[in-house]
């Protein structure tokens, strides 16, 4: 018969070693940032005449390492039963946040479901930094936290999301999100994409959404205003020469600006 596989089937070798990986590191801030300064490290051996200040070894190294020292006296404050330990990891989402780099997912998902709802918020907000769509993926399992200090900071984070990638989870999000208003800041950073499927949803909630959903999609385009040839304003003018009522006319008037 065949020989086995040197690995299991499914996604590319280096994909698979990234899951075990974190799977092994659990979800722990210090082995994903030690992790990212070997690296840093062997980078900045095999081209030792590189600049290190050149936006990505020095500073990543720095970041990483101030990240690195938090987790650890995050880690001593809670085996001491600190009551510091809270603004410590609160400190930690945040550090973690300044690092753009995919490994850093697992450790602030971790601290999204930190009993300490500060910290939930903070590592809410680090999160949203990081332009995955495994982020957006966590802020849409954030919207549903009991916390509303948490919520809010989804909303907040939600604003600030205007990459392709989000638009998914943001279309999801504007449709089932528990709260009106995580809907409504979902469907405001919808607008501020320009992309088929959100330009699709938006212009459905101007046709027949709410009287609040369309003015959050008005807010954010006074805010963002839309390309002229963008595929919103496509949409809106293709509508417009379709023939639709008055009132309607001048919702969409409003949103080309």
């Not at 979800?27 to 300064?37: D, I, S, V, W």
């Not at 001593?76 to 400190?91: G, I």
Request: aromatic fraction near 2%.
């Amino acid at each position: 018969g065949s020989p086995s596989p040197a690995w299991p089937p499914g996604p590319p070798l280096d994909v698979w070693l990234d899951d075990v990986i974190e799977h092994e590191q659990g979800g722990r801030a210090e082995h994903a940032c030690a992790e990212l300064l070997f690296d840093a490290l062997d980078a900045s051996r095999l081209a030792p005449r590189a600049p290190l200040r050149d936006g990505l070894h020095a500073p990543r190294r720095r970041r990483a390492l101030l990240a690195l020292l938090t987790a650890l006296e995050a880690t001593r404050l809670a085996e001491a039963d600190a009551p510091e330990a809270v603004e410590a990891r609160s400190e930690l989402a945040g550090r973690l946040g300044e690092i753009i780099d995919y490994r850093m997912l697992a450790p602030l998902e971790a601290l999204t479901r930190d009993p300490a709802p500060s910290v939930r918020a903070r590592a809410v907000t680090a999160i949203a930094n990081l332009p995955f769509k495994r982020s957006a993926q966590v802020l849409r399992a954030a919207a549903h936290d009991d916390a509303p200090e948490v919520v809010s900071a989804v909303i907040l984070a939600l604003e600030r999301q205007h990459a392709p990638v989000f638009v998914d989870p943001l279309r999801r999000l504007a449709h089932d999100a528990p709260t009106e208003e995580v809907r409504l800041a979902a469907l405001g950073a919808l607008a501020g994409i320009d992309n088929e499927v959100a330009a699709q949803r938006v212009l459905e909630a101007l046709e027949s959404g709410t009287s609040r959903e369309r003015e959050a999609i008005l807010r954010a385009l006074r805010e963002r205003r839309p390309a002229r040839d963008g595929r919103l304003a496509a949409r809106i003018r293709a509508r417009l020469a379709d023939g639709v009522p008055p009132e309607l006319a001048a919702e969409f008037a409003r949103a080309l600006g």
